[in-house]
């Protein structure tokens, strides 16, 4: 996979690279039919005029496409909108490359960092238009930061868009440059924008979405009472959506930057979605095509994940990660490869591992807090288990032994993080254990100093990853040979949630810890600073409030956050290293999580006949896969797909 | 006397109702967390990441954070106008939402009723009057299977041999093309097209168990006096027995269409999953999973009053054709 890999980075790199330098594409442009019979019957204008003098310019993967067909995939019926949002893409100010090492320009042509990472120029595109054909300006950034986000019009201002405490003041330079200028550095700042909930400054089409507001509509009540709807924010969120609800991808009337637009849209009686091409697309490939080569999204609603995998089989699915990717339906899906004729194709972890486990080190039983608090403790635990037996037992023998953080080919590799006390030593936990003080009682289970014996439990959501439980469970009996009693607490996911992340009632909790730690992501499990940190839900309420909730964090970890803050005001990229590594060293010292095995690839599913998917993407919500790989790239080989 | 039968009856409905909206609120709360949390944790299962802030400012709109009968009187004092509020999922009117997917339930559940009358009726009569004859025992296995099989079981066996030997698509009701297109004759053929499969998946379980209940009833009557006096004047078999016991059997087939207007929105949820039938069922499934409360606050206060008015039907129809009903 690594040499493939490597071509694959050249030939996108040298897309970039003419993705720069775009001038001069847009005149010999090409699109696809339809859209040409329409302008022959006036009803758009040119191609031109529509994707303005400076579309960017994007090398196809493999080759240059052909127009037309649809693209099929599998939605649910519930809370699945982030799936369109996955394949439709965020169209950001940047975006990552497919890589996922660098962030590019996407909406905007380029951009500007000031040495010290605390201003940020965007250049936009001279006749970049809306999916209705209104220009695309920077009065549409304006309004969006301005009238929406900093306003706290629908919510309040996300951290994103603060440094040192301080909104980010966004000016006008001209119609198409915006300024970004924060009170202090802030180097992760794009990496913010690449990811999909950093779509904010292009969100919204200011000339659509503004009758929604009261500031440029006073009127708007009427439209309200009209549309039954509760009160104004009900309507803006009805309309225009936001990043992840349902209702952004509800209302085919709403402009957007997307290659493809709402056509029949996602709503509560839905039983498909479909989007159809968005004419006014600012993307064009090496031979000055209009992208996206693909006519139509086609997304039937499917309510069982089982008729999903049916679809897949019958061959009615083209392209498919989400939903499909659980170990069981490998093998009925290898099965029927022939028949519905489609393709494996990676969905490769970007580190770290599938299964953390977090003790609580901020239990609310003090006699707990001091135990888990123990270093040596945690030590006797994470050598207390045989990862060899539980991986070839749980995972069926794919797996490596792993603690915590990146793989050793990524360059933020820990390897002490990653591979202290992974060896099996029952003897040498018990050792510790005993030195403890930590006295057996008469059942071989130890007892805490109250006299009470040592049995916790550790909460896990089994429907999300069914092989938790297994693993958890092996732990269990394992754990039992150095007289540590552990209990699996399968729980309903929304119970799970409000039992650690709202609650901080659990013992332990376990969670998926997939980490590379490259800007944009959160290094949960090095230093609590979201609300997947479980072992310790207060610190993090700590630092998310500015110090007035919560509880003050030992030294250890106030000073991994104040790396952590560091970091993310760094631009140059091994500065930032050097400081994630300081936060790694600390976490390293103090061991506060361990795990089992390095977490896998999973897989998806891709038509045999569609062209420019690469073998294997980074799977990721920050990337978020596989918009980055471009699906408005992809193309059918045959002219009866292409129908 | 009916009349006064049908008033009294009718003014209980309310005291009634009111309780079950009060319970069915409740009920919808009861789980930990609330339709933000469920929210956040359905994402998180796919791995997306959500805006925390975002979650709290909504909660506060949403009213969440408020004591549950402030809550409750929020919502009731919007359904007594008429207006049962926004689904918090889908950022549209309840009532839309649960309009859109009415008629095709009520559709299927009038074609699965048809069907397990159709069925059940002259099985029911043929295998008690034909009791341990090979027809009775052909009926009596195929309704104990029907009994015992999960619809959605059935479902998902014809599903699976319908897309790996026939490649055809058995879920849904719509061919692609009629999906949302407006009524037409074409539409209306392509449901009838469709609508088979789902009511026998569904009406399976109910023609077995309402065939059972025929021959047992059926059974208790032949014997009796009533029909040996009847016999012995002279009256012809099959008159005989439509006219005295088949009309004292026919009792539960009366009695159960009380039940069959609820079934409109919860009949066969689970089956209408699988089948991604665009119901009611589904939608309301959804809407509890998600915690959806005004959504699904409205769906159930549905059922109940289609229970209700399904139970009045069925007594008044009861006294009408069982002699032996007293309006007490």
Not at chain 1, 264 to 291: C, H, I, K, S
Not at chain 1, 434 to 441: E, H, S
Request: contains cysteine.
């Amino acid at each position: 996979m690594t040499p493939r890999r490597s071509l694959l980075s050249l030939s996108m790199g040298c897309a970039l690279a003419l993705g720069l330098v775009a001038p001069g594409a847009a005149q010999n442009a090409h699109e696809a039919p339809a859209l040409a019979q329409r302008v022959a019957r006036g009803e758009l204008p040119p191609l031109a005029e529509r994707i303005g003098s400076q579309p960017e310019v994007i090398t196809p993967l493999d080759r240059v496409g052909e127009y037309g067909g649809r693209l099929r995939f599998g939605l649910r019926g519930s809370s699945d909108h982030n799936h369109i949002l996955r394949v439709v893409g965020p169209q950001g100010l940047v975006r990552w490359d497919p890589q996922y090492t660098r962030i590019v320009p996407n909406v905007a042509r380029a951009y500007d960092v000031s040495d010290d990472a605390r201003v940020f120029t965007f250049h936009l595109r001279r006749g970049m238009r809306w999916s209705d054909g209104t220009p695309f300006t920077a009065d549409d950034v304006m309004f969006n930061m301005e009238d929406v986000v900093l306003a706290g019009a629908l919510a309040p201002t996300p951290p994103r868009y603060k440094a040192g405490g301080q909104n980010v003041q966004v000016e006008k330079v001209d119609d198409f440059t915006v300024r970004f200028t924060f009170a202090e550095p802030y180097g992760d700042f794009l990496a913010e924008l690449a990811s999909p909930l950093g779509q904010h400054p292009v969100l919204y089409a200011k000339h659509y979405c503004s009758q929604f507001l009261p500031k440029y509509n006073p009127n708007v009540a009427d439209l309200v009472r009209a549309a039954n709807a509760a009160d104004w924010q009900n309507l803006f969120m009805a309309r225009c959506g936001d990043i992840e609800i349902p209702s952004r991808w509800g209302n085919p009337d709403r402009p957007t930057l997307d290659p493809w637009v709402v056509r029949e849209p996602y709503v509560g009686g839905a039983t498909r979605v479909v989007m159809t091409r968005n004419p006014y697309f600012w993307q064009v490939d090496t031979a000055g095509n209009q992208l996206p080569y693909i006519d139509e999204l086609f997304a039937p609603i499917a309510q069982d994940v089982q008729s999903l995998v049916l679809e897949a089989i019958g061959g009615r699915i083209d392209f498919q990660i989400r939903h499909l990717d659980a170990p069981s339906n490998r093998p009925v899906l290898a099965q029927n490869r022939d028949r519905g004729s489609f393709r494996f194709i990676e969905a490769a972890s970007v580190g770290g591992t599938n299964m953390v486990i977090n003790l609580n080190l901020t239990h609310r039983d003090p006699e707990w807090r001091r135990l888990f608090n123990t270093r040596d403790f945690r030590v006797a635990l994470s050598l207390g288990i045989d990862r060899k037996a539980v991986i070839e037992t749980a995972l069926l023998g794919e797996g490596e032994p792993w603690q915590n953080g990146p793989f050793e080919n990524h360059p933020n590799f820990h390897r002490r993080l990653a591979t202290q006390y992974l060896d099996y030593n029952p003897a040498e936990a018990n050792r510790l254990l005993d030195a403890l003080g930590l006295r057996r009682g008469p059942d071989g289970i130890r007892l805490l100093p109250s006299g009470k014996p040592l049995r916790f439990k550790v909460d896990v959501i089994p429907t999300l990853q069914p092989e938790q439980v297994d693993m958890l469970q092996l732990i269990s009996q394992q754990w039992r040979r150095i007289g540590v009693a552990m209990d699996v607490n399968p729980l309903e996911r929304t119970f799970f949630y409000q039992r650690t992340s709202e609650g901080n009632e659990h013992d332990a909790a376990v969670w998926g810890g997939q980490a590379s730690w490259v800007p944009g992501e959160i290094p949960q499990q090095i230093v609590p600073v979201h609300h997947d940190s479980r072992w310790g839900i207060p610190w993090v309420q700590w630092y998310r409030s500015g110090g007035t909730q919560g509880e003050e964090p030992p030294a250890s970890v106030r000073e991994r956050m104040r790396l952590y803050d560091q970091a993310r005001a760094t631009v140059d990229a091994d500065a930032r290293r050097a400081l994630m590594s300081r936060v790694a060293d600390i976490a390293a010292d103090e061991f506060e999580v361990f795990s089992v095995s390095k977490s896998l690839p999973t897989y998806g599913i891709a038509s045999t006949q569609l062209v420019n998917v690469p073998p294997s993407m980074p799977s990721s919500w920050y990337y978020p896969t596989p918009a980055p790989t471009l699906p408005q790239t992809w193309f059918w080989a045959t002219p009866q797909r292409r129908r | 006397m009916l009349l006064t039968f049908i008033v009294r009856r009718v003014l209980w409905t309310v005291p009634f109702l009111i309780a079950v909206s009060l319970v069915s609120f409740a009920l919808i709360q009861a789980p930990p967390g609330d339709y933000l949390t469920s929210f956040a944790a359905t994402l998180a299962a796919s791995g997306d990441e959500v805006d925390q802030g975002r979650l709290e400012a909504l909660r506060q709109r949403y009213g969440l954070d408020q004591p549950f009968l402030v809550q409750y009187w929020r919502w009731i004092s919007g359904v007594l106008q008429g207006d049962f509020g926004i689904s918090f999922e889908w950022q549209q009117p309840v009532s839309n939402l649960i309009w859109e997917r009415m008629g095709l339930s009520v559709c299927l559940a009038l074609g699965t009723l048809l069907f397990t009358w159709a069925v059940a009726f002259p099985v029911g009569i043929f295998s008690a009057v034909r009791k341990y004859s090979i027809g009775d025992y052909i009926a009596t296995t195929f309704g104990f299977i029907g009994l015992a099989t999960p619809n959605f079981l059935i479902a998902l066996v014809l599903m699976y041999i319908g897309v790996v030997y026939f490649g055809a698509d058995v879920s849904g009701l719509f061919s692609e093309e009629y999906q949302n297109a407006a009524w037409s004759w074409g539409k209306l053929l392509d449901l009838l097209a469709h609508l088979w499969i789902p009511v026998i998946i569904l009406g399976t379980s109910s023609s077995a168990s309402l065939i059972r209940i025929m021959r047992a009833n059926l059974l208790d009557e032949l014997h009796k006096p009533y029909v040996v006096t009847a016999r012995a004047k002279g009256l012809s078999e099959f008159t005989l027995l439509m006219r005295y016991p088949v009309r004292l059997a026919l009792n539960p087939f009366v009695s159960t269409i009380g039940w069959a207007f609820p079934q409109l929105i919860s009949g066969a949820v689970i089956t209408a999953f699988v089948l991604s039938l665009p119901t009611a069922g589904p939608l309301l499934l959804q809407a509890l999973l998600a915690q959806d409360m005004y959504l699904a606050g409205a769906f159930i206060l549905l059922l109940c009053s289609l229970t209700v008015i399904g139970m009045l039907v069925s007594d008044i129809l009861l006294a009408l054709i069982d002699p032996r009903v007293r309006y007490q």
